[in-house]
């Protein structure tokens, strides 16, 4: 589309965000709720809603629920009741949902997102609350029958509904990869949205640029991952302008999205969805939230990724982007600060984390909890390096993957083993020296007429010639002296 029409207009996003909480039970039953069992083996009489059942308040719930309003600077609700929400669920044996209406457990609050420009920007919320899951409903390609597996009937849900305030598909996407990240700080959820573990319904509608009034709300469901996140988004926005343009109206609607062919389609208009009759529901006490177990809550709170970031720039001098990648995945800064316990060279130890131990964990799917080089294994390789018994290229080429192989061995052993230790002794570094000035006498007089950088060329040579292993300060002092 024309650049000067899409600037003509200003998308107004609002998110939707349900993350499925980690509990073993469901939120009031004691059924599993593990994912991948047999379809309905988790079920129960409360699950099927048999008259004379009553739910149960999972406290685990409440407690994930309040960590990731912590977390995302909201005001905890210390009185709260349980509504239901009434319409038809075809996998909702009830035929309504226990949720909270008018006192979610937490309201307000902001998550702190980069944008594409690398600004900081707070995504203003508007509250999170509680609710159960409805199951699943299975409709296979040509048959008639609609299959139905009430085993995530029930699930443990915390919905995280954001202000009206984000204006591109980019930021939408960071604001989702932002609080999958804080989930899985504090293990509340896995973050999977392939397996429906976080699900994102997206409120999207345009404005003309300087209008104070918003456009007709379009909502967006079935978006499995950021990518396809940001795909509907963009797709939406598009097709909202192009309406516009050509004199038409936007529909407010809910609408899904096909992610093989990138478009959303019409499910049901606004005048189709039913009134939710939310009323207090009658089984569940009122929940209070005392000042003691706020506090308890409070305490096992981990160190999260913002906090981590700032204290490894403000006392670790690291930068700004190596601190952002260290504390992508808990797993991962915890790998890193453990490192750190055994060596002061903080930035060699960002280095090793971010380069081949990263590397190696993609390219072979392994979690860093998994990762069998111990933390103090690799602090013993930034000392060799430190002291100069070894470079970065060597350890990093032949030691690594050597330590791999072996990962109980000591460093400096296996170092010797495999005769990787660099030779630091002048008197033995002195003749290959001589042998490489006298091999390449153009380049000698070139460099002596000014041009330096053929410095760089001799020690390449000379480091051809002792295999990689001359010490790189020796070579160089002894190739300034004798060229000059």
Known sequence: MDGFILNKYTPVIGLEVHVQLSTLSKIFAADSAMFGDAPNSNVSVITLAHPGTLPKLNKKAVEFAIKMGLA??????????????????????????????????CKGGYVTIKTSSGEKLNIVLNRIHLEEDAGKSIHLENEVDTLIDLNRAGVALIEIVTEPVIHTSEDASAFLAEVRKLARYL?????????????????????????????????????????????????????????????????????????????????????????????????????????????????????????????????????????????????????????????????????????PIKSFLNENGVEAEQFSIKPATIADIIGLIDEGKINFSIASKQLFPALLANSDKKVVELAKHLNLIQDSNVDSLSPIVDEVIAAFPEKVTEYKKGKKALLAMFMGEVMKRSKGKADPKVINELLFKKLQ
């Open 72 to 105: 995302c600077n909201s005001e905890i609700s210390r009185w709260q009741i349980f509504d239901r929400k009434n319409y038809f669920y075809p996998d909702l044996p009830k035929g309504y949902q226990i949720t909270q209406d008018k006192t979610p457990i």
């Open 187 to 355: 293990e509340i959820c896995d973050g999977n949205m392939e397996e429906g573990s976080m699900r994102c319904d997206a409120n999207v509608s345009i404005k003309l640029k300087d209008a104070s009034e918003l456009g007709k709300k379009v909502e967006v469901k079935n978006m499995n991952s950021l990518r396809n996140v940001q795909r509907a988004i963009d797709r939406e926005i598009i097709r909202q302008i192009e309406l516009l343009e050509k004199g038409e109206k936007v529909i407010s609607e809910t609408r899904t999205f096909d992610a093989n062919t990138g478009l959303t389609h019409s499910m049901r208009t606004k005048e189709e969805l039913n009134d939710y009759r939310y009323f207090p529901d009658p089984d569940l006490s009122p929940l209070k939230i005392s000042d003691s177990w706020l506090e308890s809550i409070k305490s096992s709170m981990p160190a999260l990724p913002a906090q981590r970031s700032e204290r490894y720039i403000n006392e670790l001098g690291l930068s700004e982007y190596d601190a952002s990648v260290l504390t992508e995945t808990k797993e991962i800064a915890n790998y890193f600060e453990e490192v750190c316990l055994h060596t002061k060279n903080f930035k060699a130890a960002s280095n090793w984390i971010m380069g």
